[in-house]
């Protein structure tokens, strides 16, 4: 239940920061509708590669929010690299607050939205 509870913080700082105008970078466009399903409303980039991402968000505040599996990390790892390129200093922690808890049930961030709905109904 504590590890609910912290996943859902997690969450909630993702839609908060959002707010404040923080990019989020997700793999796909079902990654980005899933997203707004649970109620992300600021900008969401879908990664197009290394370069013309970074070049995209330069200068901006980012959230890398990449699947949870060895392809998502290659793209964090790639993209923090290109972004650093620029002196930008994503945010990579809220990825790994988000799935510490939920990783053995689900690892991709289009999953978020039907997790959270199930979770919700059996609370």
């Known amino acids: 239940m504590e590890e609910l509870k912290e996943f859902f913080n997690a969450i909630e700082e993702l839609k908060e920061l959002s707010r404040e105008g923080w990019v989020v970078v997700v793999e796909g466009t079902k990654d980005l509708r899933a ?3 649970i109620g992300v409303e600021g900008e969401i980039v879908v ?3 290394f370069s013309n991402t970074a ?5 901006r505040r980012v959230i890398i929010l990449t699947d949870y599996d060895a392809e998502g990390f290659e ?3 790639g993209l923090v690299r290109a972004l650093s390129s ?3 200093i994503p945010n990579t922690e809220l990825r790994k607050k988000i799935f510490r808890y939920i990783r053995k049930d689900i690892t991709k961030v289009e999953e978020l939205e039907n997790f959270i709905r199930r979770e919700k109904n059996e609370l």
């Open 35 to 37: 997203l707004r399903g």
């Open 47 to 49: 990664f197009s590669g």
């Open 55 to 59: 070049e995209r968000l330069n200068g």
């Open 75 to 77: 793209i964090e790892k």
């Open 86 to 88: 620029y002196g930008n």
